[in-house]
């Protein structure tokens, strides 16, 4: 029989009600198009790190939708009555725990702790199992840290091999090796030590043989091209003197501060180039080569064929022929995880107890492995029955957000301007937050946060009150969910309507930012103009009693047509045109629209509003039609979700994310404190502003029946007044 399915509408869409076991194991057969989330990030979100781990069993940083029904699974294995996990608590009675596996671990945690008889168990008490049991030597989990060994040499050998091969981290958090790694530390043992072995018969000069083999390769090259010359030379006499050196070579070096070990003769030939010439090892030779040919003639022709002052050609095949097996031998050495030993280290660790005991302390460690299980299904369970009904409600639906619970995705809440923000999402990457947010339709306030040399980002919804406050770098306090608080700094805007109200306010506001700008230009015109007449009069006075007793230069002749009474500054009519024009409008509007009000009698409510609506009413359309395509999914979907529907941020739901500044319930307002606003309240202002609106509206109508008589009484004045008046 198919499952009956609870709805209910919250955000503009239908989300799954998920309210008893029933549900929670029929959860496979519903579509996954009608969970509200496929996928969620392990970091950034209100729940335990470790539970997110635990649900993520592909360990890739998210938990999917099959991560999901997994755990569901496992839950209907191990609860009596899987709808428990729904109500959440970080303890469970052992009576609701079905599986018999799980059940004997957790009364083994609770005798460990000394508490056999208990009937319940909690999070506290499988956090202390787990934490000793973490600590011991051995604690199941394959990996053994040095001092897991109680043995010196077996203490030495782990770390020598983690110094080799590396380490991995035991459940106690040190450094230690597992199975592989052991083997493969010994294996590159084996590989050197059989190396070593192989050596004992390349030495064909017993311990000497490395001395006489480094001394060879010092001067191997020069021999053969001095022996290669000397042959040379044989063949054909004429090119005995250039293979000796150009002259220009030697030229080139008389100009120069010499050394013996200068690069320029050690470039030279070994030693004069003749025609079957034996090598000398000492007397007339390159000075740059002296020192390495006494070495080679001590440490390697000594040793093989005896003193002597000079080489051969054949005599130098001999001692190359000897050192060929050991410089063979040499070249072949392997590259280890071992090379950092010396060589009877490595002899040593090769025939040596350390290996077996090693791989039996990894054996004994991995034994205890079943125990640990036992103890990680506990924490399992519990950490499933404490977070698993929080995951469904912000992964399946988003009941936590849409109840205001606060969503899991919602970090924290940040104070700015009067206001509380919750809606605050952290921001990991800020390229996919800058592509996505525009689509959001939400206004946006980028903060970065610091705390204690910390520096994290957020992004914060503006969904109540106005912007006028909010700007690039205004600060503010942000608290996160574990009540740390953090420094906060807006650093970016990302601009939409916020809400209808402050929609209706928009034109006003624009035009009284017009007005203030209109009247700040004049005054600074103004005041410019004011300082240069000043400064023109202070230079003026300044130069009295400064002029020469000079005569006069005479005056120019007026010219004609121009007033005796002197020059006149001319008047600017551009400006008394304009002012005249904005002053009868203004009056012209207010008595018109007064005017119109009063000739509607009752009806002058309804006028009033129609005004406002021409006014406001594009705007607050405007604004109205943008809050509805407010979406939470673009933000969460910059944060790793895979958001699987439009989790629209109701119109309405604004107030609920972004509180106002209002008075603690039961405050009052004194007007005794000296530091008290002794204005009247904002309503007094409201009640005279209808009361002033009357009463121009009632002279309005007064004034559009007594304006005619009074002009035509300013007319007949002015003809019967004297001419000279005129």
Not at 100 to 107: D, Q, S, T, W
Not at 171 to 184: F, I
Not at 216 to 239: G, N, T
Not at 657 to 663: E, G, N, P, Q, V
Request: net charge neutral; charged share 20%.
């Amino acid at each position: 029989m198919a499952h009956t399915w609870h709805f209910f509408v919250a955000g503009g869409v239908h989300q799954v009600s998920i309210r008893s076991g029933a549900d929670l194991l029929a959860l496979r057969e519903l579509d996954q198009k009608l969970w509200v989330a496929l996928a969620m990030p392990n970091v950034g979100v209100d729940v335990s790190p470790e539970t997110m781990d635990m649900l993520d069993a592909d360990r890739d940083g998210r938990v999917r939708a099959p991560d999901i029904l997994a755990a569901i699974d496992w839950i209907d294995a191990t609860w009596k009555d899987p709808g428990t996990v729904l109500e959440g608590g970080d303890s469970l009675p052992l009576a609701a725990i079905k599986d018999p596996k799980v059940l004997a671990a957790a009364r083994r945690v609770l005798a460990d702790l000394g508490k056999p008889d208990a009937t319940t168990i909690s999070i506290a008490d499988e956090a202390a199992v787990s934490k000793a049991f973490a600590g011991t030597k051995l604690n199941g989990d394959g990996i053994v840290p040095a001092d897991s060994a109680e043995d010196a040499g077996v203490r030495t050998a782990i770390e020598e091999a983690i110094a080799g091969v590396g380490s991995k981290v035991d459940r106690s958090g040190k450094p230690g090796l597992d199975q592989a790694l052991a083997d493969a530390f010994f294996a590159d043992v084996d590989k050197r030590a059989a190396w070593l072995a192989a050596g004992a018969a390349a030495r064909t000069l017993g311990d000497a043989t490395a001395a006489a083999a480094d001394a060879l390769a010092a001067v191997r090259a020069k021999l053969d091209d001095f022996f290669a010359r000397c042959q040379l030379a044989a063949f054909e006499p004429r090119a005995a003197a250039a293979l000796n050196g150009q002259d220009a070579d030697f030229v080139a070096l008389a100009g120069k501060s010499l050394a013996a070990g200068d690069d320029d003769i050690a470039r030279l030939p070994l030693a004069r180039i003749e025609a079957g010439r034996a090598a000398p090892l000492s007397g007339p030779v390159n000075p740059a080569w002296a020192a390495r040919l006494a070495t080679f003639a001590s440490a390697c022709v000594a040793p093989v064929l005896g003193a002597r002052d000079e080489l051969t050609a054949d005599e130098y095949a001999t001692i190359v022929a000897k050192l060929a097996p050991f410089e063979a031998w040499r070249a072949a050495r392997p590259v280890t995880r071992a090379d950092h030993l010396d060589d009877a280290r490595v002899a040593a660790l090769a025939a040596g107890p350390e290996r077996a005991k090693i791989n039996a302390l990894i054996a004994a460690d991995t034994a205890l492995e079943a125990e640990y299980a036992a103890i990680a299904s506990v924490a399992k369970l519990l950490r499933l029955q404490r977070d698993f009904g929080r995951v469904l409600r912000n992964f399946v639906n988003f009941s936590d957000f849409y109840a205001k619970r606060d969503g899991a995705f919602q970090a924290g809440t940040l104070y700015l301007d009067g206001r509380a923000f919750r809606l605050v999402v952290p921001v990991g990457d800020a390229g996919k937050h800058a592509t996505l947010a525009p689509m959001s339709s939400t206004y946006l306030a980028y903060c970065d946060i610091t705390r204690a040399g910390d520096k994290k980002a957020i992004a914060v919804a503006v969904t109540n009150g106005d912007a006028d406050n909010i700007f690039v770098g205004r600060n503010g306090v942000f608290y996160d969910r574990a009540g740390l608080d953090w420094d906060a700094t807006v650093t970016k805007i990302v601009a939409n309507p916020i809400s209808v109200r402050e929609a209706f306010w928009a034109p006003y506001k624009k035009l009284v930012r017009l007005i203030e700008e209109q009247i700040n230009k004049r005054a600074s015109d103004a005041e410019a103009e004011s300082s240069t007449k000043i400064a023109s009069a202070a230079a003026h006075v300044g130069s009295i009693g400064t002029r020469t007793a000079a005569p006069a230069a005479p005056a120019a002749p007026p010219a004609a047509g121009a007033a005796a009474a002197g020059p006149k500054k001319p008047v600017d009519l551009s400006i008394i045109a304009v002012l005249s024009l904005v002053i009868t409008s203004v009056v012209g509007l207010v008595v018109a629209v007064a005017t119109g009000l009063l000739r509607m009698g009752v009806w002058a409510p309804l006028g009033v509003l129609a005004l406002l609506l021409t006014i406001s009413g594009p705007s607050m359309l405007l604004a109205w039609m943008k809050l509805r395509q407010r979406n939470l999914g673009p933000l969460l979907d910059a944060n790793g979700w895979a958001v699987n529907t439009r989790a629209s941020v109701n119109v309405s739901f604004g107030a609920a994310l972004t509180h106002l500044s209002a008075l603690p319930r039961g405050a009052t307002r004194s007007l005794d404190d000296p530091f008290a606003d002794k204005g009247r309240p904002w309503k007094r202002y409201v009640v005279l502003a209808v009361l002033l609106i009357t009463a121009a509206s009632w002279y309005a109508g007064k004034l559009d029946r007594w304006l005619p008589k009074a002009a035509r009484s300013v007319e007949i004045l002015g003809e019967n007044a004297p001419a000279s008046r005129k």
